[in-house]
C-alpha cells in the first residue's frame, strides 16, 4: 500500500527539487540553478502554511530514503464567476505532478494525484484542469481528465 501525505511547509526544498526533475523531463535538458528555486521554495512555505487552504501537495516519501520525495501532485483553488455548469466557480488546477526518476512506474503518480483529487472534492470543487504532458495523459485519463472544446491560448508579457 503506497503512503500519501499532504506536503507541509517543510517540504517545499524537495518539492522544488522534484518540479526541477519535471522540467527537465519537459525540456529536454535540466534547468539550470538560479532565482527560481528559493522564490518556488518561498511560496510552497507561504502557501502550504496558509490556513485559507487554496494550494495542497500531495507527496509520497521515498522508500529507506529519509526526507527525500518520490513523487508529488500539486493543485490550486481558485474562485471564479459561477456558471450553469460550476455556480460556485470554485474552479481547481493541478501542476507540478512528478515522480523521482528512480521511483517511476509504481503508482506513486496516481496515488497523490487520487488525494488531491479527494482534497478538490472536500472542498466542493467541480471543476479541475490541468495541462498534460504526453507521458502523463494517460493516467490523467485514466483518473476522467478529458479534452476541453476550444483552444488555449496565452500571452507572456514581458518583465519590466
Do not use: H
Not at 13 to 19: G, K, S, T
Not at 70 to 85: D, F, K, Y
Not at 97 to 119: I, K, Q
Amino acid at each position: 500500500m503506497i503512503k500519501v501525505r499532504r506536503a507541509g511547509p517543510g517540504d517545499a526544498a524537495e518539492i522544488v527539487r522534484l518540479r526541477g526533475v519535471m522540467l527537465a523531463s519537459m525540456d529536454g535538458v535540466e534547468p539550470p540553478p538560479g532565482p527560481w528555486q528559493p522564490a518556488a521554495r518561498e511560496v510552497l512555505r507561504e502557501r502550504l502554511a496558509d490556513p485559507a487552504d487554496l494550494m495542497a501537495v500531495f507527496v509520497v516519501d521515498a522508500p529507506d530514503r529519509p526526507g527525500v520525495l518520490a513523487a508529488c501532485a500539486t493543485g490550486t483553488i481558485e474562485r471564479r464567476l459561477g456558471g450553469p455548469g460550476n455556480p460556485s466557480g470554485l474552479t481547481g488546477y493541478v501542476f507540478n505532478v512528478v515522480t523521482d526518476p528512480g521511483c517511476r512506474r509504481r503508482g506513486y503518480s496516481r496515488a497523490c494525484m487520487t488525494g488531491l483529487l479527494d482534497w478538490y472534492r472536500d472542498r466542493g470543487v467541480l471543476k479541475i484542469d490541468l495541462r498534460a504532458s504526453v507521458a502523463g495523459e494517460g493516467l490523467y485519463r485514466s483518473l476522467g481528465f478529458r479534452d476541453t472544446p476550444g483552444p488555449t491560448l496565452r500571452l507572456s508579457l514581458p518583465a519590466s
